[in-house]
Antibody, heavy 117, light 112 residues
Framework: QIQLVQSGPELKKPGESVKISCKAS????????MHWVKQAPGKGLKWMGW????????TYADDFKGRFVFSLEASASTANLQISNLKNEDTATYFC??????????WGQGVMVTVSS | DVLMTQTPVSLPVSLGGQVSISCRSS???????????LHWYLQKPGQSPQLLIY???NRFSGVPDRFSGSGSGTDFTLKISRVEPEDLGVYYC?????????FGSGTKLEIK
């Protein structure tokens, strides 16, 4: 069955970096784009951008340019999100979700990242 | 950015009842390819969002026909009939016609 399994929760200090993974199974990884969505505690959903899993080209929403990097380990059917120079406002749950035609038909379970000194 | 305005913010409902959620966009969601990329999701408490409706009115696999989507241009509606306990949660609309993709702010469906 189709699954997107994300890595576990993270507790980081301001200024540190974090790398979150999203491992896909049950389908051909490179057939579907992978998107990233942020949800701050008690808030709504915000689209961060996406990565073309065939070419590896990332596209970022404006608010996520600079400290955020999408990458792939295609041989492992895994998409990664790295956030550097963490700030308190990066505290959130980060979801990966695949897309082809019907957008975001499958989602990862989410990774809670807490940034606190 | 396209602003997606969802109403109401909170929607009390009796089990078995019918409700409608509105989603309005600040510009037309008709793509140059002729399609309208407006979708609906439900996020149940403590869970990831799940796709209900894509491209205005297409139910995703396994979604009960109690859910229906309609609309065009800038004005869209999600209707839920015969509300069941598993329908409770926060509903979001999403537009993917324009970059960046934008979500509505959510409508919380709760028991009256």
């Amino acid at each position: 069955q189709i699954q997107l399994v994300q890595s576990g929760p993270e507790l980081k200090k301001p200024g540190e970096s974090v790398k979150i993974s999203c491992k896909a199974s049950g389908y051909t990884f490179t057939d579907y784009a992978m998107h990233w969505v942020k949800q701050a505690p008690g808030k709504g959903l915000k689209w961060m951008g996406w990565i073309n899993t065939y070419t590896g080209k990332p596209t970022y929403a404006d608010d996520f340019k600079g400290r955020f990097v999408f990458s792939l380990e295609a041989s492992a059917s895994t998409a990664n999100l790295q956030i550097s120079n963490l700030k308190n406002e990066d505290t959130a749950t980060y979801f990966c979700a695949r897309e082809l035609g019907a957008p975001f038909d499958y989602w990862g379970q989410g990774v809670m990242v807490t940034v606190s000194s | 950015d396209v602003l997606m305005t969802q109403t109401p913010v909170s929607l009390p409902v009796s089990l078995g009842g019918q409700v409608s959620i509105s989603c309005r966009s600040s510009q037309s969601l008709v793509h140059s390819d002729g399609n309208t990329y407006l979708h609906w999701y439900l996020q149940k408490p403590g869970q990831s969002p799940q796709l209900l409706i894509y491209r205005v009115s297409n139910r995703f696999s396994g979604v009960p026909d109690r859910f229906s989507g309609s609309g065009s241009g800038t004005d869209f509606t999600l209707k839920i009939s015969r509300v069941e306990p598993e329908d409770l949660g926060v509903y979001y609309c999403l537009q993917s016609t324009h970059f960046p993709l934008t979500f509505g702010s959510g409508t919380k469906l709760e028991i009256k």
